[in-house]
């Protein structure tokens, strides 16, 4: 809460008009509201009787010890995320660093900032992305500082794999070095004491969301292990890894979309048209259908956002992102490939 809505909730709240707030000051009726509505502060003079006129000490009505509550960031971050696609990125960009540097100290908003705008910069058709980069990476780096430990454990696997990707390997495992080997899991402890207490509901809450979890790491596992066969060039392993991975997303009821990356990933590697085609086919298919587990069995008690659907403009981003892919080269003049990224445009 800014200095003028302070002045004004409070004064609200002792039951004091405009008037008898600029009688106790001794100044001017316009003072006061133009101070209410965030056109002019009052002098620093007055800041003094003001606090103990509205009752709150000078830290508070400063706004220096506060920060927002998680409610606050995802009510803010989803409004953000609203307006990506609808105005100019660069816009999206200010927002953000305006409510950072009304915030400087809320590691999480940062974090939160950080993560929807690396995101929507990725769909963007920004021609000059490198800046905006910079800048989300500088917010991810200063992040590496946070007393919160989640938030600097989550920050440091990001800029590990952003280092990786760059080919900056010695940075990476500069960061690697910093996540602890073993971070103790309470889940199935805490899940333990909850089924002690009889609070099933909430024991099966955390053991739905742990599961989840899991089945997504392990998705994520076998992807990457698909790679790494391919330089090994351990054909037969590679081909049992893609049916598993395959069969682990139909098993726990995981995103379509993991399913045909897997397919278009092996068909790269093989270099297998049919394969590959498919699964880009499917990547474009499953963007337009939000995943969503409501109504499964395994995961009933899990709640999760709704995801909206991808905006048009994304689609033709992504599949003229695909048609530059230089992986994907040995598709270009097949005609069902250029066909299929055409429906997008």
């Known amino acids: 809460m800014k200095i003028n809505d302070i002045i004004k909730t409070q004064r609200k709240q002792l039951s004091l008009t405009q008037e008898q707030v600029a009688q106790y000051l001794g100044v001017s009726i316009a003072a006061v509201s133009k101070w209410e509505s965030g056109h002019t502060y009052p002098d620093i003079t007055l800041l003094p009787p003001l606090a103990r006129l509205l009752k709150v000490d000078l830290n508070t009505l400063l706004s ?79 992040l590496l500082k946070s007393e919160d430990l989640i938030i600097r454990h989550q920050v440091l696997a990001i800029l590990i794999n952003k280092y990786i990707a ?15 080997d073993r971070i103790v899991d309470k889940t199935r402890i805490q899940a333990n004491l909850l089924i002690q207490k009889k609070d099933y509901l909430k024991a099966v809450e955390i053991l739905e969301k742990k599961m989840l979890g899991y089945a997504e790491g392990l998705r994520d596992t076998q992807l990457c292990l698909l790679k790494v066969k391919k330089e090994l060039r351990e054909w037969e392993s590679m081909e049992r890894i893609k049916e598993v991975s395959k069969q682990t997303i139909t098993l726990y009821e ?15 590697y093989k270099k297998d048209v049919a394969c590959t085609i498919k699964g880009v086919k499917g990547l474009l298919s499953a963007l337009k259908h939000p995943w969503s587990i409501d109504g499964s069995l395994l995961y009933p008690h899990v709640v999760t956002k709704k995801e909206s659907e991808l905006p048009q403009h994304y689609l033709k981003i992504l599949a003229d992102e695909i048609k530059q892919e230089e992986s994907l080269k040995f598709l270009h003049g097949n005609q069902e490939f250029e066909e299929l990224l055409n429906q997008d445009q």
Do not use: H
């Open 254 to 268: 995981l995103w379509e979309y993991g399913s045909s990356l897997v397919d278009m990933q092996y068909g790269i």
């Open 64 to 142: 220096f010890n506060e920060t927002l509550t998680d409610q606050e960031i995802t009510l803010f971050v989803n409004e953000l995320s609203q307006k990506i696609g609808n105005v100019p990125f660069n816009d999206i960009m200010e927002e953000a660093r305006q409510k950072i540097r009304e915030y400087p100290q809320c590691d999480r908003l940062i974090c939160n900032v950080a993560m929807l705008c690396d995101g929507a910069l990725a769909m963007t058709a920004e021609t000059d992305k490198t800046i905006y980069q910079k800048e989300i990476d500088a917010m991810y780096e200063r």
């Open 166 to 180: 760059a080919g900056e390997l010695e940075k990476a495992e500069a960061l690697l070095n910093e996540i602890p």
